[in-house]
């Protein structure tokens, strides 16, 4: 199955031996139950699958790590308040931050995150290159369209935000599987910090001034980048 996500995460698991993955946003499971790690974490309120499909897909997929994973029904934000701090005993190698895709759920996300990833870890952010305004709307024009076409939401705001106001991390955008935000804690590159001093001046841009910034603004980088920013040999279709 070619999805860039689920390569790149494999790959970096395979590459750095990481032992912890954190799956924020799981749905049924496409990305999760491929994943082959030690320890793995499933987080989402409404897992799209029973307990007894974990089972089948275990064994179809011949990876046993879905049975000792560990699942938790319920929102990122309850995950966190609850069960994080007893949950992951180990840092975070990979995390992929794929729930709600809004601004501020996902930008907590990320900074929950980054209090549990260990320092050569990687997030990766999936949606964060909206290509229309109809896919970068909010949760709510989705839903009064009746959940039709792509949704990517306004993630790309996060990003948006912690280029402006944390320019310790190495952060970038692939331009991939519709944009792959990655943020991994040695910086890299030095760029310079975006301009923008708020949360709430971040909210108030608009996709048509993503769109013109586009490049720039989340630091985008053709899909290639990726094998040479983790020296890794992902063949991407
Ligand atoms: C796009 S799907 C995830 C796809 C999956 N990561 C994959 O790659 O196959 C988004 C999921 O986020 C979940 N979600 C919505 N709100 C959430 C929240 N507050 N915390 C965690 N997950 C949430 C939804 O239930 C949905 O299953």
Partial sequence: MNIPRLSLIQSLIDKNQYTNYLEIGVSIGTVFFRIKCKNKIAVDPEFGFSKFKV?????RLNNPSNLSARYFEKTSDDFFADDAKRVIRQKLGVCLVDGMHEYAYALRDIQNT?????????????????????????????????????????VWKAIVYLRSMEPSLNIFVADTDYGLGIITKKPVETLDPLPFKSFEEIKALDFAELDKNRKEWLNLKPKEYLNEYFKTDIKFS
């Fill in 55 to 59: 089972l089948t897909r275990s064994i």
């Fill in 114 to 154: 980054l209090e549990y990833l260990s320092d050569e870890g990687v997030i990766v952010i999936h949606d964060c290159n909206p290509k229309g305004a109809e896919n970068a709307c909010t949760y709510n024009e989705w839903k009064q369209r009746g959940f039709t076409g792509e949704w990517n939401g306004d």
